[in-house]
């Protein structure tokens, strides 16, 4: 890849180990029916080689001094402001397409097409693809994180335009926001009642100080699976999916 291009480094999961092979085997997405639907998370990181992890990642430690500083309060904006993009894939044949490869084929097309920081700044993303549901009817998600909230919403528009015109047989995607600290925010006291914001209460209150402390230590533990340097070959996203395929 050429210098200073963005990289996609992928994490994966054991249990998925059989899109894995297929991707490094063939340099093509293999036959869904073929594919196991495990549950798992695979790990996945977008950016330019010398990026580090503190450049990207939300700061947990400095969430966790704050909440102790205010006395176990946290200002709404702290938690409004880090939201993820969720993309949701279903299979949409019969008999049943694994989700991942649909999952996969989208974050392919990303790689193949804003792979260059100077023409895309705000493309840089991470995030994880997967999900630990047992019932096939919940499809499975991929998660994405972005370093700003105006470069999420690039992020979540140009995802918008690809799912419209350019289709993956066999899968069907539904494209949403959610908080990307989606189990802090229904700890906090209020945070989701119209009438406590109207109030304008500017701080919400954790209801659960125990259970906050090991959501936190569960983020630092999710943080240490992403990886910002390649210790095997990078992903071969361009000849699963040429970006002349897909519009700009």
Known sequence: ?????????????????????????????????????????TYLTFFPGGTRP?????????????????????????????????LTAYSDSDPSVSPLAGLFARVAMFAALFDDPDRYPAH???????????????????????PSEDDLLVVYESLEKLIAEVPVEGFRFVLGFSNGLS??????????????????????????????????????KDY????????VSPARTKKLFPAAHCPR
């Open 183 to 220: 189990a802090v925010s229904r700890m906090l006291q209020g945070f989701d009642e119209p009438r406590y914001r109207h109030s304008g209460a500017e701080y919400c209150r954790i209801t659960d100080r125990g259970r906050f402390a090991v959501l936190l230590d569960q983020a630092v």
């Open 124 to 146: 840089g993303i991470y995030g994880k693809f997967g999900g630990i549901y047992e019932r096939p009817e919940k499809g499975r998600v991929l998660a994405i994180y972005s």
């Open 54 to 86: 503190g450049d990207v990642l939300f700061d947990i430690d400095e969430l966790r001094k704050l909440a102790r500083d205010n006395h176990y309060y946290l200002p709404r904006e702290v938690i409004a402001q880090h939201n993820k993009v969720v």
């Open 224 to 231: 240490a699976m992403y990886r910002f340097a390649a210790t």
């Open 1 to 41: 890849m050429e210098k200073g291009r963005r990289t996609l480094i992928l994490n994966w999961c054991a249990s998925h180990d059989d899109l894995k092979r297929s991707i490094e085997d063939c340099d093509q997405a293999t036959d869904g029916h073929e594919l196991r639907n495990d549950r798992g998370w």
